[in-house]
């Protein structure tokens, strides 16, 4: 071994054309020789970029990176990598990889909500396939992702055409013949054709216990998105009859289900992925859009925008954060539009937090106090009362912003000690009994105090 890294120069050689470098990998891992493991994985990838770009896609997706995910394989799909690897006879990456890219791509794509382009994408990536010819149908193995893209998003006409394109399933395997199925139960239902939804259900069922099986050998964990899957179906199974009783009566039934307990104890007791959503809040939000329940599915939307924010996938919780937006501008026309125009409060309140995070501040203040007069701090207990008695939005919703505003004018210095003070206090006459409150202007009156006692006041 030289001492440039502890491999020998025989390795740096021309030795290490045409023969196995996977296997060489294997066997020098054995050997416990890992600097020379790790040339060798240099060299291997050097020779073919598709290889290390698998292997980045599948290790960002085993930990749920999918944003870093979907740009690998967006890279392995690049017309000039696959032109270059044409000179590498020997390396079935490109032929092998690109079936399994577009899977990726497109699975990818549903992890991170964006279901327009999963459609466009599989329609885009058949009609360029050779094999498929250049008809308007999407080809069997990206049909799966389609299909669920389709109902997620509550685009009945595509589904409708989704569904009837695919009859041999046997090239398919057990999680997208799952995909394909609920897919076609979701169809059903909003079709009211109960004999094949339930059908459909049971064949659903079959495709997660096969895998289910498999799984559960090797521990919870592994079997918990499969689980995940058979609540999904519960959830269908516990709201299909409304669909097909009288519908008089459906829409209250509905909001009686949803705003029950056992409704949002069974979500708590899921874990939401990364993205904030899991197979259980996907299949609400389906049915709330089928049942055209805009206001459910606008919390729904919230709450997975509010986890994604947390989680740092800022693109995902902007989009649920719009989503939700839309949903309750929509419920604005119900009789009831106090809680819409609350919960829009709220929607301005994670997105101000999620620009704050990428460092717009300015742009955050302006959209958290959006509709926030001045003059509300210089208002007593009296005046605010009169203030809020003929708006929408209730003074406990207006007092979560202000003071969410006040604490990063605070850590900015952006206003005087005393506007500050007069925004707590303002804080406090609309939120008497709010802990955070009394906490933070307690601290804020510490270090004022402090800075007065140190003689810089």
């Given amino acids: 071994k030289d001492d440039n890294g502890g491999v020998s120069k025989f390795l740096k050689s021309q030795f290490l054309d045409?023969?196995?470098?996977?296997?060489?990998?294997?066997?020098?891992?054995?050997?416990?020789?890992?600097?020379?493991?790790?040339?060798?994985?240099?060299?291997?990838?050097q020779i073919d970029p598709a290889k290390r770009l698998t292997e980045e896609a599948a290790q960002r997706e085993m930990y749920e990176d999918w944003e870093g995910s979907f740009q690998a394989y967006e890279q392995l799909l690049d017309s000039r990598l696959q032109n270059e690897n044409q000179s590498f006879p020997d390396s079935p990456a490109v032929g092998n990889t690109k079936s399994g890219a577009q899977k990726g791509l497109l699975r990818c794509l549903l992890k991170l909500g964006r279901l327009d382009s999963v459609v466009n994408q599989a329609y885009g990536m058949s009609k360029q396939d050779p094999m498929h010819g250049n008809d308007m149908h999407i080809c069997?193995?990206?049909?799966?992702?389609?299909?669920?893209?389709?109902?997620?998003?509550?685009?009945?006409?595509?589904?409708?055409?989704?569904?009837?394109?695919?009859?041999?399933?046997?090239?398919?395997?057990?999680?997208?013949?799952?995909?394909?199925?609920?897919?076609?139960?979701?169809?059903?239902?909003?079709?009211?054709?109960?004999?094949?939804?339930?059908?459909?259900?049971?064949?659903?069922?079959?495709?997660?216990?096969?895998?289910?099986?498999?799984?559960?050998?090797?521990?919870?964990?592994?079997?918990?998105?499969?689980?995940?899957?058979?609540?999904?179906?519960?959830?269908?199974?516990?709201?299909?009859s409304m669909f097909f009783d009288d519908q008089a009566k459906f829409r209250q039934r509905f909001v009686d289900t949803v705003?029950?307990?056992?409704?949002?104890?069974?979500?708590?007791?899921?874990?939401?992925?990364?993205?904030?959503?899991?197979?259980?809040?996907?299949?609400?939000?389906?049915?709330?859009?089928?049942?055209?329940?805009?206001?459910?599915?606008?919390?729904?939307?919230?709450?997975i925008g509010k986890t994604a924010?947390?989680?740092?996938?800022?693109?995902?919780?902007?989009?649920?954060?719009?989503?939700?937006?839309?949903?309750?501008?929509?419920?604005?026309?119900?009789?009831?539009?106090?809680?819409?125009c609350e919960s829009i409060g709220n929607v301005k309140l994670q997105l101000a937090k999620m620009k704050h995070a990428i460092g717009e501040s300015t742009s955050a203040l302006k959209l958290i106090e959006d509709q926030i007069p001045a003059s509300i701090f210089q208002m007593d207990e009296k005046q605010l009362t009169s203030y809020f008695s003929d708006r929408a939005e209730s003074g406990e919703a207006t007092a979560r912003r202000i003071l969410q505003a006040t604490e990063w004018i605070v850590c900015d210095g952006l206003k005087t000690s005393s506007e500050i003070k007069d925004r707590y206090q303002t804080v406090l006459k609309l939120a008497p009994n709010w802990e955070r409150a009394h906490f933070?202007?307690?601290k804020f009156l510490d270090v004022i105090s402090a800075v007065e006692d140190s003689g810089f006041g």
């Fill in 440 to 442: 933070n202007y307690a």
């Fill in 259 to 303: 705003s029950s307990d056992q409704w949002r104890d069974r979500l708590e007791v899921s874990t939401p992925d990364i993205t904030g959503s899991n197979a259980i809040s996907n299949t609400r939000l389906a049915l709330c859009r089928m049942a055209d329940d805009p206001s459910v599915e606008g919390l729904m939307w919230l709450d």
């Fill in 309 to 340: 924010r947390k989680g740092g996938l800022h693109r995902v919780a902007e989009h649920s954060l719009i989503q939700a937006n839309v949903s309750f501008y929509r419920a604005l026309n119900e009789t009831d539009s106090s809680l819409a």
């Fill in 140 to 240: 069997a193995e990206l049909l799966p992702y389609a299909t669920e893209a389709a109902w997620r998003l509550g685009n009945w006409p595509v589904l409708d055409n989704l569904v009837n394109d695919l009859h041999d399933e046997s090239s398919s395997d057990a999680n997208e013949r799952f995909q394909l199925s609920f897919g076609r139960t979701m169809h059903s239902l909003h079709a009211k054709t109960q004999v094949r939804m339930i059908s459909c259900l049971k064949d659903s069922r079959e495709s997660i216990m096969s895998s289910l099986s498999s799984a559960a050998r090797d521990g919870y964990t592994r079997s918990y998105p499969y689980l995940m899957q058979l609540h999904a179906l519960r959830e269908v199974e516990s709201l299909s």
């Fill in 18 to 45: 045409g023969i196995d470098l996977t296997l060489t990998q294997v066997l020098l891992g054995q050997l416990n020789d890992f600097d020379t493991m790790i040339f060798v994985a240099q060299k291997n990838h």
